[in-house]
T-cell receptor, first 114, second 115 residues
Framework: GENVEQHPSTLSVQEGDSAVIKCTYSDSASNYFPWYKQELGKRPQLIIDIRSNVGEKKDQRIAVTLNKTAKHFSLHITETQPEDSAVYFCAASLTTDSWGKFQFGAGTQVVVTP | NAGVTQTPKFQVLKTGQSMTLQCAQDMNHEYMSWYRQDPGMGLRLIHYSVGAGITDQGEVPNGYNVSRSTTEDFPLRLLSAAPSQTSVYFC??????????????FGEGSRLTVL
């Protein structure tokens, strides 16, 4: 089955700096890679996603890159702000139509200090 | 729309007790799933359903039962609770077909403690 590894487990950055979180996956059949943000005591919420036919996707201060050959994808947050402090999870779909069966990474606790 | 609603939000059980975590969605989503979240382990899939009457096991199904008699509801049953089932449980749903963007819509979570 699919195995997703996520690094680092914790990340401390100064406000305004960039943050990068990396994930690797094992199943070459995976084709959809979402990123979820979870604030303390809240539910996970999708912030950005990428499909296997795209190498990079950007949405304002966040971007995701995908390297299918190497089976890794990364989340980039630029100009970090205190409200970016949260746990971030990467995931990979276990089915080709990505209908809710995902393998999640262990999560990265991001702390943005003013 | 209320989205995905989970009850209860908090529950304390004794070892061996049984209980049901309720999950309901009002978005007419075909796909529903249950995940558990433990520190340092991310979200792990327990059971999932692609429609009423159809369920299947995920990564960590032992100790849990599910059924899907309606599109709206997907309850998770613990038959004999164990301390290892202490966790935060999330129910999630997503639509099928062309409406599916891949996004999972999560409930607020249910924190379960088994003593």
């Amino acid at each position: 089955g699919e195995n997703v590894e996520q690094h680092p487990s914790t990340l401390s950055v100064q406000e305004g700096d960039s943050a990068v979180i990396k994930c690797t996956y094992s199943d070459s059949a995976s084709n959809y890679f979402p990123w979820y943000k979870q604030e303390l005591g809240k539910r996970p919420q999708l912030i950005i996603d990428i499909r296997s036919n795209v190498g990079e996707k950007k949405d304002q201060r966040i971007a995701v890159t995908l390297n299918k050959t190497a089976k890794h994808f990364s989340l980039h947050i630029t100009e970090t702000q205190p409200e970016d402090s949260a746990v971030y999870f990467c995931a990979a779909s276990l089915t080709t139509d990505s209908w809710g069966k995902f393998q999640f990474g262990a999560g990265t606790q991001v702390v943005v200090t003013p | 729309n209320a989205g995905v609603t989970q009850t209860p939000k908090f529950q304390v059980l004794k070892t061996g007790q049984s209980m049901t975590l309720q999950c309901a969605q009002d978005m007419n989503h075909e796909y529903m799933s249950w995940y558990r979240q433990d520190p340092g382990m991310g979200l792990r899939l327990i059971h999932y359903s692609v429609g009423a009457g159809i369920t299947d096991q995920g990564e960590v199904p032992n100790g849990y039962n599910v059924s899907r008699s309606t599109t709206e509801d997907f309850p998770l049953r613990l038959l004999s609770a164990a301390p290892s089932q202490t966790s935060v449980y999330f129910c999630a749903s997503s639509p099928a077909g062309t409406a599916n963007t891949g996004e999972l819509f999560f409930g607020e979570g249910s924190r379960l403690t088994v003593l």
